[in-house]
T-cell receptor
């Protein structure tokens, strides 16, 4: 069965540094991958979408890469700020599939 | 422009009871999906509604059912509640095809005693 794994450990980083989160998957060939941010007690908020034929996408201080050979996506937050502290979720979608399959998320804490 | 709204925000039920959760999608969206999120886990897909029909269903028992109304709002019904149904229930809306970003509400926190 398909499996989606994100960093098992929470990430604690110093303000200004780059946070790098991983999303690995098995037994799946996603057509696209999305990243969401979730704050405690709130619903996920969409950040970025990358398709299977794209290698990299950027939005302001965020960058996502997608390697279909390694079956991995990396999510980078550059020049991190305390306001970036949250749980980040990766979600995969298939070509003829309407559902998103989510990883368990990685919690990021940025120290001032 | 209102985003996705869900009601109620919190609910406490006992085992065996039935519950109905409600969702109004973001203006302009025609598709509603429901997810269940257990503590410390990612959201799990329950089903998606489009044009008032269930378009796709996840691995959830028939105790979970839904409905979409002509104004695109949606309900999630859960019968014969179990302790394991305690979770955050999230509604997400989108427009059109499957690869669109989902707009989530803040969920209904359901606790089963």
């Amino acid at each position: 069965s398909q499996k989606i794994e994100q960093n098992s450990e929470a990430l604690n980083i110093q303000e200004g540094k780059t946070a790098t989160l991983t999303c690995n998957y098995t037994n799946y060939s996603p057509a696209y991958l999305q990243w969401y941010r979730q704050d405690p007690g709130r619903g996920p908020v969409f950040l970025l979408l990358i398709r299977e034929n794209e290698k990299e996408k950027r939005k302001e201080r965020l960058k996502v890469t997608f390697d279909t050979t390694l079956k991995q996506s990396l999510f980078h937050i550059t020049a991190s700020q305390p306001a970036d502290s949250a749980t980040y979720l990766c979600a995969l979608g298939g070509r003829d599939d309407y559902k998103l399959s989510f990883g368990a998320g990685t919690t990021v804490t940025v120290r001032a | 422009d209102a985003g996705v709204t869900q009601s109620p925000t919190h609910l406490i039920k006992t085992r065996g009871q039935q519950v109905t959760l409600r969702c109004s999608p973001k203006s302009g969206h025609d598709t509603v999906s429901w997810y269940q999120q257990a503590l410390g886990q990612g959201p799990q897909f329950i089903f998606q509604y489009y044009e008032e029909e269930e378009r796709q269903r996840g691995n959830f028992p028939d105790r979970f059912s839904g409905h979409q109304f002509p104004n695109y709002s949606s309900e999630l019904n859960v019968n014969a509640l179990l302790l394991g149904d305690s979770a955050l229930y999230l509604c997400a809306s989108s427009f059109g095809n499957s690869n669109q970003p989902q707009h989530f509400g803040d969920g209904t926190r359901l606790s089963i005693l």
